[in-house]
């Protein structure tokens, strides 16, 4: 073998030596961080050479296939791809640019278009719109309500997960936004800048001269404070005797605001609870002072996540009928974790939530009291025909009489 050969030969070896010992560094000091112990001089080789055979691939990769790759693109689709083969839909990881976006929309930096969406379903991540609200960027591109979106600035949302089709349409205000909708099946791309466009979350009105309606959007913002004047106003104000609560299209929020809301409605005792991986149990509770008026709580398929432990806690404490469709069944809470030394970062599944009697919520949703299903097309429903505020107008009358 001539010198110069020699001289390549060591270099590559050296290259590897290198590498596997920065993949085996890296492994070795987060995994001490984590308090995790790596087995050296045992016989046991298995924590180092699973960490191997990564780097064995990228180099197989790099020598073989017909097209160069980036070294960060390999690392970053190694990270996800462990991610996705947790086969959870809520988990995801994400490279430092799209942590650093996903971030900001958390952090109240970012803001939409103008419209309240809805899943289609859990095994379809098209968006359905709610509602258009006034005055946004989304009227102005003319989207109506229950248009789909489709794509995001081109990209597909059929396999994505609601958090993550949702975080795509936000973005810094003034920002070009361009969504794919289709209306009654045909497609067309709607340009229009972002903008931050007040958006309440509880809203109310009378059905008639005995019994109100408190809609919730979202458990999030201000929506305990909006509910507490909407509870305060219905009863005060209009006098009614019961109350329709819709939490149908309802996917966003966070326990604790639930839990508040609850606490205005419920008599004491456990509104639900969640349980980690180590079996820790977190009660929530409703402290007892409360009003008793009588309700009825609406749900359809894409009542999800924060609303499931509000209709579990109705239904469990018989404190309302839970009236409409099967819910969506997302009964399990997401942490947000940075990557120690990559800049990026990891949305992870940390704990499940139970209804207070034990039920469980995730990948099986609430079953309504009262089964109610809705038209196939609802674009023409108004309260005085819409088949769930009908029937939750009953269950109240039932309790209230006829009178």
């Known amino acids: 073998m001539d010198k110069k050969k020699v001289i390549i030969l060591c270099a590559v070896i050296a290259a590897s030596a290198c590498l596997i010992t920065g993949l085996f560094t890296y492994f070795y000091i987060t995994s001490q961080e984590r308090g995790n112990e790596i087995r050296i001089g045992t016989g046991n080789y298995d924590d180092i050479a699973k ?17 160069d790759v980036e070294e960060d693109a390999l690392v970053s689709g190694a990270l996800e791809g462990m991610v996705d083969s947790l086969g959870d839909p809520y988990s995801a990881y994400y490279p430092d640019d799209e942590y650093s976006d996903f971030t900001a929309s958390n952090e109240g930096t970012f803001v939409g278009v103008g419209m309240h969406v809805a899943p289609v379903s859990q095994d379809l991540g098209y968006l359905r719109v709610v509602s258009v609200y006034g005055g946004g960027p989304a009227e102005s591109a003319g989207v109506l309500n229950n248009d789909l979106v489709v794509a995001v600035d081109g990209i597909d949302l059929r396999n994505l997960d609601f958090d993550s089709a949702q975080n795509l349409i936000s973005g810094p205000s003034g920002s070009d936004v361009t969504l794919t909708v289709a209306t009654d099946g045909v497609s067309r791309d709607a340009v229009m800048k972002r903008a931050e466009v007040p958006t309440p979350s509880v809203s ?6 005995r019994i109100g309606e408190i809609i919730i959007s979202d458990f999030n913002g201000d929506c ?83 609303s499931e432990l509000f209709a579990g806690a109705v239904q469990d404490g018989a404190r309302g009928q839970v009236i409409g469709t099967q819910t969506f069944g997302k009964g ?17 599944t940390t704990s499940e939530y139970f209804t207070p009697l034990g039920n469980t919520i995730n990948g099986v949703g609430i079953t309504p009291d009262v089964v109610v299903e809705m038209p196939e097309d609802t674009s023409s429903l108004t309260a005085e025909t819409d088949p769930q505020i009908l029937a939750a107008m009953q269950a109240i009358y039932e309790q209230i009489g006829e009178g």
């Open 51 to 67: 960490y191997m055979e990564i780097s064995d691939l990228e180099g197989l990769i790099k020598e073989y296939y017909y097209q």
């Open 204 to 209: 109310y009105s009378t059905l008639d001269d």
């Open 224 to 306: 305990v404070k909006e509910f507490e004047d909407s509870l305060a106003a219905l009863i005060e104000e209009e006098e009614v005797e019961g109350i329709v609560i819709d939490i149908r299209d309802n996917m966003n929020g966070t326990a604790k605001s639930v839990a508040d809301i609850l606490d205005m409605i419920m008599p004491e005792g456990i509104i639900g609870y969640s349980i980690d991986k180590n079996g820790d149990r977190s009660d929530l509770f409703a402290k007892g002072e409360y009003n008793d008026i009588p309700i009825a709580v609406i749900v359809n398929g894409a009542t999800g996540s924060a």
């Open 332 to 348: 399990v809470a997401q942490t947000i974790l940075e990557m120690p030394y990559s800049g990026g970062g990891v949305k992870l």
